[in-house]
């Protein structure tokens, strides 16, 4: 029997953690800066011992997201090169969706944006870029948005936190 996967990803399914997105980032970081990464590099860049920094990276090398050559020089795979610009991309999206569009600091954009950006679907990635780019070059006003649950019965977001039950929106 052919199992199928969903072409969603849900969180508890995406493998990448928020510590793992890290160090990948750290890497990508290292090679674009220095032209070379190592665990001591690693290590100094997240403010980490090297043990922690190894254990970790066995785990990614296991994933197949970096690689490690005989010199002990580490990249990232194909794999985790893109795995690193579609976490980018998401947290670039979001940060602006923040800090320009919802009104936040600077500093809680980032923040918030770095939680969230291992967190987003390829799909909604995709479409959140296709409505931030209409909202910003005007596309947005000649297209009506509309929901079917009734925001306007709240008066503040405070409202309609103290409401919520559970999954209720969920099928």
Not at 28 to 50: C, F, P, Q, S, W
Not at 148 to 168: C, L, M, P, R, T
């Amino acid at each position: 029997m052919i199992e199928k996967k969903s072409p969603v990803q849900h969180t508890h399914d995406n493998d990448l953690t928020h510590s793992m997105v890290h160090y990948l980032l750290a890497i990508h970081k290292l090679k674009e800066t220095k032209g070379y990464a190592r665990v001591t590099d690693i290590a100094n860049e997240m403010g980490l011992t090297k043990g922690s920094v190894s254990t970790a990276l066995s785990n990614l090398r296991k994933r197949e997201l970096v690689l490690e050559d005989e010199s002990k020089f580490l990249s990232l795979s194909q794999a985790g090169h893109h795995a690193v610009h579609d976490i980018l991309s998401s947290r670039t999206l979001m940060f602006y969706f923040f800090k320009d569009i919802v009104g936040v600091s600077e500093e809680t954009a980032h923040k918030d944006s770095c939680l969230m950006e291992h967190l987003m679907s390829e799909e909604t990635r995709n479409m959140f870029f296709e409505f931030m780019k209409g909202l910003v070059a005007g596309e947005a006003k000649k297209r009506e948005y509309s929901t079917s649950f009734d925001f306007a019965q709240f008066n503040h977001a405070e409202d309609f936190v103290d409401i919520q039950k559970g999954d209720s929106y969920l099928k």
